[in-house]
């Protein structure tokens, strides 16, 4: 009996031993694959996740390359960049930059492309980015309608030869070009002053101001609004019914711009191919959106003419933005 006893422990023992190495092996094979395969994937995983830092790199390049509006810079830096030399005109500059820094309390800038679209682009981008709603009597009126009731109900056969800044554009088909340019402002505006988070707001505009074909519609449009208002006082003025702002008769007193036709033809057209604004337009820009624009003027520091609001009367409940210029061509957005 003992020895049947021990014979089939001995047994017992040699299947549990002979399992066992079965079992062994097989975990030695799975766990050869758990870590290769454990390997491999940590391998593919940092593969992508360095082919997604380069693809994510790449595409903020491109975005920055893009942008119209570039990210805040140290404004004392930057003049420090731009105006470096003992002349007297970069002394001149320095020290209204640092007249910037402490007495307005501006501490960044963001630069504004250089283009004859610059001081428009500047408004606009910040009137967006500061989530500032449409002016009140868009609320009241439909945009849409204005390059139909100018071109129909006033009978400004003329609006043909309008030009869209570097594309010289004359005919038949500007009023469907101008329809789609006004679709464009209301539908951006509409959108992005909709949103109430700022970080949010912020990266709807650096999409927007990285696409010119889309932002030069919102110029396009916000010149056809300056011309509509312009007719729209030329007629108060002919039929007398209603008095009109100071800043019309300033602009049909210029030669160049009696009237609405010559103001377009000389001057509108022009408006982001081979000029931008004067000074006078700059009154009219911050009239008809309803914002108080204040522009810090460098190269007339020291004089009374460093701080100009456009326009000059304007209501309390306006909203305010401000601008950087170095020579009343090109505008550039000061951070406070």
Known sequence: GRHEVWSWKTASKESLCLMW??????????????????????????????????????????????????PEVDLLGYSAREWKGETKQAKQMREAYEELFKSCHIKYLRQ??????????????????????FPSWMKERDILKLPEKLLYSQGCNWIQQYSFGPERYTGPNAFGKLRKCMEA??????????????????????TLFSDESKEYKLYEAIKFIMLYEVVEAYEQIKSRDEPVHNLFSLLFARDSSSDPLSFMMNHLNS???????????????????????RVYRL????????????????????????????DDRYYHIPLF
């Open 21 to 70: 190495q079965k079992v062994k092996v097989q975990l030695m094979l799975s766990m050869s694959f758990l870590t290769a395969l454990f390997w491999y994937c940590r391998r593919l995983y940092s593969f992508l996740a360095q082919l997604l830092k380069r693809w994510s790199n790449y595409l903020q390049r491109q975005l920055i390359r893009n942008l119209s509006v570039l």
């Open 112 to 133: 504004v492309r250089r283009d004859n679209y610059s001081v428009v682009r500047a408004v606009l981008f910040q009137i967006f980015s500061q989530g500032i709603p």
């Open 185 to 206: 402002l209301k539908t951006n505006w509409a959108e992005i002053s909709a949103t109430r988070d700022h970080e949010e707001r912020g990266s709807m505009c650096n």
């Open 271 to 293: 408006i982001g191919d081979s000029i931008g604004l004067d000074q006078v337009e700059l009154f009219l820009l911050g009239y008809l959106l309803e914002v108080k624009i």
């Open 299 to 326: 190269h007339r520091f020291n004089t009374e003419e460093f701080k100009v609001n456009y326009p000059d009367e304007y209501r309390r409940e306006w909203n305010e933005i401000s601008l950087v210029t170095e």
